[in-house]
């Protein structure tokens, strides 16, 4: 009796069907990897733009000079000192400071074209509070004889819907 070698021609069918379906799970899977890298890459990047949006604000905190602290419903308005100042440019060491929402872009400007910034894109809602001594929040500043002790940021975008932000102030700010 002679007997065959080999795979017969169901037998190679079957191993290709296997190795097929085994390669279309491994692209799945593949694919779902690559995604989820690149969404957790865009949150990053949203995360860093927000973290440097609010470092920006927190510079012109630390250096808010006393009194100098205006909450309109357009925005915020400061003055801040301390200003870094390259060699040989002539500068006041005080600089008037804006931050406002227009067009959902969050905008901080300063005195001179190099200080105006583009901090943060698709954002919804932007509004300012300030806290007095007596514990109260104002949307308007300055609020009479009382003293600021704190300033609150709330923000909202289509990632991040609800971030809030508060500074202590001092020194009778």
């Known amino acids: 009796m002679d007997r065959q070698h080999g795979f017969t021609l169901l037998e190679l069918l079957i191993a290709l069907a296997l ?15 690559v995604r989820a890298q690149r969404i957790a ?8 733009s927000l973290q440097r949006s609010l470092a920006v604000v927190e510079r012109d905190v630390l250096h808010l000079l006393p009194r100098s602290l205006r909450l309109t419903p357009g925005g915020l308005q400061l003055l801040r000192g301390n200003w870094r ?3 040989g440019q002539p500068r006041s060491e005080y600089q008037q400071v804006r931050h406002d929402l227009v067009s959902s872009v969050w905008r ?26 007596e514990g109260d ?21 289509a990632r991040y819907p609800h971030v809030r932000r508060v500074w202590l102030l001092s020194d009778g700010r």
């Open 41 to 48: 890459a865009e949150q990053a990047q949203g995360l860093r």
């Open 85 to 87: 100042n390259p060699p």
């Open 19 to 33: 190795f097929a379906l085994l390669g279309l799970g491994c692209w799945q899977l593949f694919d779902t990897v």
């Open 137 to 157: 929040w104002h949307l308007r500043w300055p609020n009479g004889t009382r003293r600021a002790v704190a300033l609150e940021l709330s923000l909202s975008t």
């Open 108 to 133: 901080r400007e300063g005195q001179g074209a190099a200080h105006h910034q583009r901090l943060l894109d698709g954002v919804q809602q932007l509004q300012w509070r300030v806290r007095d001594q």
